[in-house]
Nanobody, 120 residues
Framework: QVQLVESGGGLVQPGGSLRLSCAAS????????MAWYRQAPGNQRELVAQ???????TYADSVKGRATISRNNAKNTVLLQMNSLKPEDTAVYYC??????????????WGQGTQVTVSS
């Protein structure tokens, strides 16, 4: 089975930094886009950053200049480095990937989520 597993969430002070990791595992043929989303209680899930298989990136206006998304195609991993964190960044962060497993064409996969809390 294919799955995404996030790690790196936790508590950080305002102005601090955090690095989130996501690893895809299972019978994977290839991966197209990978992304990070986040959702705060009572809010809709929103896109934070996206990266294509070729390395092109897209960022939400709210995190531009503070976030960097990267990937290692050989290891099927995607990272999100966030700096200058604000309390508004507090949310559950979800890894997303478009994955081609052995038995199917591309499917959309989500990780279980990791909590990021920005507070003094």
């Amino acid at each position: 089975q294919v799955q995404l597993v996030e790690s790196g969430g936790g508590l950080v002070q305002p102005g601090g930094s955090l690095r989130l990791s996501c690893a895809a595992s299972g019978s994977i043929v290839s991966i197209n886009d990978m992304a990070w989303y986040r959702q705060a209680p009572g809010n809709q899930r929103e896109l934070v950053a996206q990266i294509t298989s070729g390395g092109s990136t897209t960022y939400a206006d709210s995190v531009k200049g503070r976030a960097t998304i990267s990937r290692n195609n050989a290891k099927n991993t995607v990272l999100l480095q966030m700096n200058s964190l604000k309390p508004e960044d507090t949310a559950v962060y979800y890894c997303y990937a478009e994955i081609h497993p052995r038995a199917y064409y591309f499917q959309r996969y989500w990780g279980q989520g990791t909590q990021v809390t920005v507070s003094s």
